[in-house]
């Protein structure tokens, strides 16, 4: 069974870094589709960012709202998934989960209800 764990999160100010970081247990971060939703409260939980398991290459994807500012990586070593968030806005206020996903389609990576795995979500507040 695949568990993760999400840190990193607080509260900051508009133009601020954050990292967060993802600890996946039970299985290889390599060998999972692994991503970064965020979500706001009455809203659809929304994509963030995503690398393919090393089977399909590895290639990271990344939002529109957030390209540019976010990065996302993974080490396998430790077997974690991180977010780099950059010139943070009020905008990007939300709750942050990792996710992650035996085997997905490309097509899939940026839908939630794809991904068979969660965290519990951490809460990144940026204030004006």
């Known amino acids: 069974q695949v568990q993760l764990v999400e840190s990193g999160g607080g509260l900051v100010q508009a133009g601020s870094s954050l990292r967060l970081s993802c600890s996946v247990s039970?299985?290889?971060?390599?060998?999972?589709?692994t991503a970064w939703f965020r979500q706001t409260p009455g809203k659809e939980r929304e994509f963030v960012a995503a690398?393919?398991?090393?089977?399909?290459?590895?290639?990271?994807y990344h939002a529109d709202s957030v390209e540019g500012r976010f990065t996302i990586s993974r080490e396998n070593d430790k077997n974690a998934l991180y977010l780099q968030m950059n010139s943070l806005i009020p905008e990007d206020t939300a709750v942050y989960y990792c996710?992650?996903?035996?085997?997905?389609?490309?097509?899939?990576?940026?839908?939630?209800?794809?991904?068979?795995?969660w965290g519990q979500g951490t809460q990144v507040t940026v204030s004006s």
């Open positions: 996710a992650a996903d035996s085997s997905l389609i490309l097509s899939s990576i940026r839908f939630p209800n794809q991904y068979d795995y």
């Open positions: 039970g299985r290889s971060v390599r060998t999972l589709d």
């Open positions: 690398i393919r398991r090393s089977g399909t290459g590895g290639r990271i």
